[in-house]
């Protein structure tokens, strides 16, 4: 049991900013700090941390707590594991009583926690038989030495050796209060026909891998033996601790590093990473030879927006793995390239040339993907021309993967005349691909990847873009929400401005008007601002989000939000009377907008009659002149 003491030292000591920070890339926002959530996929961050107050909220998925609370969900930890996990960061000593652990308190265990215990058990195993083993020290150390590791990579990795005995671990480790059972469903121990356990990594090295708090939750072993028949990597089986998709190797090691460089360099394997850290280059981590998957992608998005792939110089194996970098653009990172000269490694050529000539070869060979990918198509096509076609379609579904226009509008525009196409035709290859993707249900395109508008002929009308007036009514409701209690002027307050101005309007946004025709009916019946608690815990749970998530808003908003929704991004310098009044112009002149398109689509009907076209002309210039005056007040020209 863990002494009272204790917990209360680490509850006052415990910041929770650099707990959370531990797991996530947090950026200072006001008074509080905010990042991407780790508990659900987010592409805009709604995740918020209170330092004063020592918790988290996000409002995306609604995760709250504190810093043990944060360990407790995001590490699967019981609550005395999460605070023994706090008390290790801060150093401070865990006050225990003095007794041996009894059977009864053994089974308390949970079956995570007694595999984390057992492999956490057999790291160390490993580490021992490498280092003080006559075995380990000839055929695993020797292996080590000789790819140039350290002895200082070999303790910061925690590599270690597992001997040839078919039974050596799986037995020590039956001696050490470990049952049959559990080291069967780590997967460090495999089960015979005869009913015997052997051991997986009987006769390699190994490498551990680390989860984000720095648990050992699986192993990788590489055999030194020259037999073809024999895999030469192999890796932990899919199991409670251990998931191949969502694992990158190093990332551990990593994350400060990545923060700090606001980069993440990609290479392929273990040596790879320990070879990197050992000129100096510690943000980076491996995909361990397999395809990038997109938990491994959101997981780097997490603690930076850029990724740069380092590629052996196989050109072979460089054209297999591009289709899986389509997943970093996905996810919204910035993706760069360093092709390796041919027969090179990340090791290899680290160790050729030394520290400061390889960062300066990083540096200058650094090349954006998308460019990196069109010349080495075009190379491959070689004027043929339907090698020609087939690259061009590569490289407008990788473009389609972007998620924001405007980038996606850059790249597909220089990609064109890369190629040597019009912009037309380029980006209607792109809007195929997102269109197929719709049809199958991909989850980046629902979540906004809209297809761009395809340019046309000088000489054909433009089409009009479709209206869409929810981001100016999250607004309103937004102040409603956070300011609807106060007083906009001495003789009115912000609730009864709002509601008198929007009375008559029709809304896009269902929920918004629902919460809107709330406001409406306190004010009018009751002439009372209601309990901003109804809305947070409202039986309607897509309700309660938005009401969460907009209330909360001055925390999230992005940097071009303003650009992108026309709405005033609110700050401590911009007046309350301005930005009500603001909000409220800006909604009514995007209705009176869409009124006027409305009338212009009815004047272009061939079979109205001289009366009906002189009365929609009447209403569109009566429109018209609102909208004069609307763009006057806001102080903008807004056209339509």
């Not at 002439?527 to 815990?537: A, K």
């Not at 009044?581 to 398109?597: D, F, Q, W, Y």
Request: proline share 3%; charged share 25%; glycine share 6%.
């Amino acid at each position: 049991m863990i002494s009272r003491s204790t917990i209360d030292r680490v509850m006052e000591t415990a910041r929770i900013e650099e707990v959370v920070g531990d797991f996530v890339t947090l950026k200072k926002r006001g008074s509080n700090y905010i990042g991407l959530c780790p508990f659900h996929n987010e592409k805009s961050p709604s995740f918020t941390v209170t330092a004063h107050k020592g918790i988290y909220k996000c409002f995306g998925c609604g995760a709250s707590g504190n810093a043990v609370g944060f360990l407790m969900e995001h590490e699967h930890l019981a609550y005395p594991d999460a605070i023994k996990a706090l008390a290790a960061r801060y150093n401070i000593a865990v006050e225990e009583d003095a007794r041996e652990l009894t059977e009864d308190r053994k089974a308390e265990l949970s079956e995570r926690d007694r595999q984390y215990n057992l492999h956490g058990f057999a790291q160390s195993y490993f580490h021992l038989q490498l280092t003080e083993t006559d075995e380990g020290k000839a055929i695993g150390l020797s292996y080590f030495r000789e790819r140039g590791i350290t002895e200082e990579s070999i303790v910061k990795f925690g590599l270690g050796y597992s001997p040839e005995a078919y039974e050596a671990f799986s037995g020590f480790a039956s001696t050490s209060d470990f049952k049959e059972a559990e080291l069967e469903a780590s997967g460090l121990s495999i089960r015979t026909q005869r009913g015997s356990l052997i051991d997986r990594f009987r006769g390699r090295v190994i490498f551990p891998f680390y989860n984000l708090s720095g648990k050992v939750i699986g192993f990788g072993g590489r055999t030194l033996k020259n037999d073809k028949k024999e895999a030469k990597y192999l890796n932990s089986p899919e199991t409670l601790l251990y998931k191949k998709s969502e694992t990158l190797y190093g990332l551990f090691q990593a994350k400060k590093a990545i923060q700090k460089n606001e980069n993440c360099y990609l290479v392929e394997g273990y040596t790879d990473v320990i070879g990197l850290h050992q000129v100096g280059i510690e943000n980076v981590a491996a995909s361990s030879g397999t395809s990038l998957t997109q938990e491994q992608a959101r997981l780097l998005h997490r603690f930076s927006k850029k990724v740069t792939v380092i590629y052996d110089g196989d050109y072979a194996g460089i054209k297999a793995s591009l289709r899986g970098i389509n997943i970093l653009l996905e996810n919204d990172l910035q993706v760069a390239v360093v092709p390796l000269p041919e027969g090179e490694d990340p090791d290899s050529y680290s160790r050729k040339l030394g520290a400061s000539e390889f960062k300066a070869y990083l540096d200058a060979q650094t090349t954006d993907f998308v460019r990196f990918k069109v010349d080495l198509l075009l190379k491959d096509a070689a004027g043929d021309p339907i090698k020609k076609s087939e690259a061009i379609h590569d490289l407008a579904e990788t473009v389609s993967f972007i998620s924001d226009p405007i980038t996606r509008a850059t790249y597909s525009s220089s990609t064109a005349d890369m190629l040597g196409l019009t912009e037309q035709l380029f980006i209607q290859a792109v809007n195929q691909h997102q269109f197929a993707r719709q049809k199958r249900g991909n989850s980046a395109y629902r979540e906004g990847a809209e297809p761009l508008p395809t340019p046309t002929a000088p000489t054909a009308a433009p089409q009009a873009p479709v209206l869409n007036d929810e981001p100016q009514e999250a607004d309103i409701i937004r102040i409603l929400l956070q300011y609807g209690d106060s007083a906009l002027t001495e003789e009115q307050g912000v609730l009864e401005f709002v509601v008198e101005m929007l009375d008559e309007i029709e809304w896009d946004g269902p929920i918004y008007e629902k919460i809107f025709r709330a406001f409406e009916k306190a004010w009018k019946e009751e002439q009372l601002f209601p309990d901003r608690n109804l809305f947070f815990n409202h039986d309607d749970k897509d309700l309660a989000h938005t009401a969460l998530h907009l209330y909360a808003h001055e925390y999230q908003l992005s940097a071009n939000w303003e650009a992108r929704h026309e709405i005033l991004t609110p700050t401590k310098e911009i007046k309350l009377h301005a930005e009500v009044t603001s909000a409220v112009t800006r909604l009514n002149l995007k209705k009176v907008v869409g009124m006027m398109r409305a009338c212009e689509n009815k004047m272009k009907e061939a079979d109205l009659t001289v009366e009906a076209q002189e009365a929609l002309l009447t209403e569109y210039m009566g429109l018209k002149e609102i909208h004069r005056s609307l763009a006057s007040a806001l102080g903008t020209s807004i056209s339509h």
